[in-house]
Nanobody, 121 residues
Framework: QVQLVESGGGLVQPGGSLRLSCAASGSISSINAMGWYRQAPGKQRELVAEVSNSGRANYADSVKGRFIISRDNDKNTVYLQMDSLKPEDTAVYSC???????????????WGQGTQVTVSS
């Protein structure tokens, strides 16, 4: 069974930094894109950043220049380095990955459980 396990959320002051990690585990044949989404109270979930298996990254305009997404394909892990955090970055951050499980030919979307990021003084 494939699962995504996140870590690294928490409370940070404005201007501070956090690093999120998301590790995929289980019977995995291959992983395509991996990314991070967030959902703030009363708002729709939005894409924060995603990275292809070749390392090409895409960012939401609101985080460009402040967040960096990276992945370690050997560890099936994606990271989100968040710098210069703002109160409006407060949200539940969820990891997403397109994974082809062992024995399957078509990738499926998997989600992590979500981790709270709160930016407040």
């Amino acid at each position: 069974q494939v699962q995504l396990v996140e870590s690294g959320g928490g409370l940070v002051q404005p201007g501070g930094s956090l690093r999120l990690s998301c590790a995929a585990s289980g019977s995995i044949s291959s992983i395509n894109a991996m990314g991070w989404y967030r959902q703030a109270p009363g708002k729709q979930r939005e894409l924060v950043a995603e990275v292809s298996n070749s390392g090409r990254a895409n960012y939401a305009d609101s985080v460009k220049g402040r967040f960096i997404i990276s992945r370690d394909n050997d560890k099936n892990t994606v990271y989100l380095q968040m710098d210069s955090l703002k109160p409006e970055d407060t949200a539940v951050y969820s990891c997403n990955a397109q994974i082809t499980p062992m024995g399957f030919l078509i990738p499926r979307q998997y989600w992590g459980q979500g981790t709270q990021v709160t930016v407040s003084s």
